[in-house]
């Protein structure tokens, strides 16, 4: 079969009208979750861009894999799109890729890039194309026409972060851009080809500027509020720097949240409006019925839950981490199914690969997904990870544990508190409860490290975190401080000192 991997930038799990919005139109997400399996628990790697998409590629968590920021892309490890092109398909690429370097081989034939930062970082084909076409260089240059950006950067940046109507129009924005690119490729294939193509939106990330009739879509008055979190209780957030006030938005009024909100879900019913055309598209080509159709995203965005935006501080709860997830396979007997299990971004390498009937040796840490689609009895992990910065998160059930390097932890319980407001740490930190989901967070830790660990006679060494940020990768530790009296004797870390 051919395979469509559809990206998003930082969108909530529960920004679509199939997961239950009352407010945003996804109809032709919809219609794809309705011939499939939507995931109500896919969750990603890390809260962050670049390792997610590594993970994605490889089927390796962070910590293996070895790009815990959005850093260089480790060269080292096998993607999932170069065993696809191995074995005769044709690869594409379109959109924000956010790789270093941005034309890196990772196994495409074609790469038609929109990188979010544009000529910021190296001019790609969208930024070179809006240039030739309407004069414009990159994003800052869109602003500065209608924000005077860079007279007022950082105070502009900080006041608003991009909450605007986009100045170009809607037929030159980004979105519809790389869907373009992608209709234009598929209908130069053969028919006989089988293709991989990768569609990566840069939307719904920040800036919230969609274009033309998207930015007057919702009425902010129709926009719910989220829930009031005064942060009292929960150490994760104790030490938030309001230097970055950037990232925080308590100070916004009520309308300020709903307007950016309404201009947020904008930006998703132009990207479903895309998808529409992308199904025409593969009708068109006389693929439709042959192409396994895959919608996801990197990782959420807090959209002023707890007065937060975007995904700093890199804070662990379900905003960030949890991601949509629907797959569309012609196969599917029964469809229209909505699936519980706990599933991570890591399982869609080995879920192509056997779907594609790829051979491999590449060491993942993903499971094949077709027997959760199928509702056959398989692979359904008992739990469910995601880490960054030093942190790891941990849900078991209902419980969930977010545990940092330096030992605070918090504790909710998502059926009873689904919105992480009332921390159960203080009076259940000696439980039974807590005791399990450490020792599963142990496990995890040492059954992804352990084969990327340095080694010397004294036992493991752990990477420390300055030396890893100094390279741009690196492997994510908890330490062993935090930890020292969960971890057998002979697996007992030792902090690198030369």
């Known amino acids: 079969p051919n395979i469509l991997l559809i990206t998003g930038d930082e969108w909530r799990a529960d920004a679509l009208g199939c997961a239950g919005n009352p407010v945003v139109q996804t109809p032709n997400i919809d219609r794809l979750a309705a011939r499939g399996v939507r995931f109500e628990n896919a969750y990603s790697p890390a809260p962050m861009c670049v390792p997610t998409r590594v993970s994605i ?283 519980d299990a706990f599933v991570n971004l890591i399982d869609l390498f080995p879920t192509i690969a056997k779907r594609t009937g790829i051979q491999h040796d590449h060491r993942i840490h993903g499971h094949d997904l077709g027997p959760v689609i199928r509702g056959e009895v398989g692979y359904t992990s008992q739990i469910a990870v995601s880490e960054t910065s030093g942190q790891i998160a941990i849900r078991k059930g209902d419980w969930k544990l977010i545990q940092t390097r330096d030992g605070k932890a918090e504790l909710y319980n998502l059926e009873d508190d689904p919105y992480e407001i009332r921390n159960r740490m203080p009076e259940l930190r000696d439980s039974a409860i807590v005791a399990d989901l450490r020792a599963r967070a142990l496990e995890y830790v040492l059954s992804t490290e352990w084969d990327r660990l340095k080694r010397d006679t004294d036992g493991v060494q752990v990477i420390v975190d300055d030396e890893a940020k100094k390279l741009g990768r690196g492997k994510l530790c908890i330490n062993p401080n935090a930890w020292c009296d969960q971890w057998p004797e002979e697996f007992t870390p030792k902090k690198r000192t030369s």
């Open 57 to 339: 590629l490889t089927g390796q968590v962070p910590r293996a894999h070895g790009c815990i920021t959005n850093g260089i892309v480790p060269s080292d490890n096998r993607t999932i799109v170069e065993l696809l092109r191995e074995a005769g398909y044709r690869t594409g690429a379109f959109g924000k890729m956010h790789f270093v370097p941005i034309y890196a081989d990772l196994g495409f034939d074609t790469m038609q890039l929109a990188e979010q930062h544009g000529a910021g970082w190296q001019i790609d084909e969208y930024h070179r194309w809006l240039y030739e076409e309407y004069g414009m260089v990159d994003w800052i240059d869109v602003w500065d026409q209608v924000s005077d950006f860079r007279a007022k950067a950082p105070d502009w940046f900080h006041e608003t972060y991009g909450v605007l109507k986009s100045p170009i129009p809607e037929e030159a924005y980004h979105t519809n851009w790389i869907t373009d690119r992608f209709v234009d490729w598929i209908g130069t294939n053969e028919a006989t080809e089988p293709w991989f193509a990768w569609v990566s939106y840069i939307k719904p990330h920040h800036p919230f500027d969609p274009p033309g009739k998207y930015a007057d879509m919702y009425d902010p008055a129709d926009i719910p509020l989220p829930p009031k979190d005064d942060r009292s209780n929960k150490p994760l957030l104790a030490g938030f720097d309001p230097k970055r006030a950037h990232y925080d938005i308590s100070a916004w009024t009520d309308d300020d949240i709903r307007r950016m909100t309404a201009l947020y879900y904008g930006n998703i019913t132009l990207i479903d409006d895309c998808i529409g055309r992308m199904m025409e598209a593969l009708t068109a080509s006389g693929d439709a019925d042959t192409t396994v159709v895959i919608v996801t995203s990197d990782h959420g965005d807090f959209l002023g839950h707890r007065g937060l935006i975007t995904k700093t501080p890199f804070v662990l709860y379900e905003d960030t981490i949890r991601v949509p997830l629907v797959i569309a396979d012609p196969t599917i007997d029964t469809p229209c199914r909505v699936r």
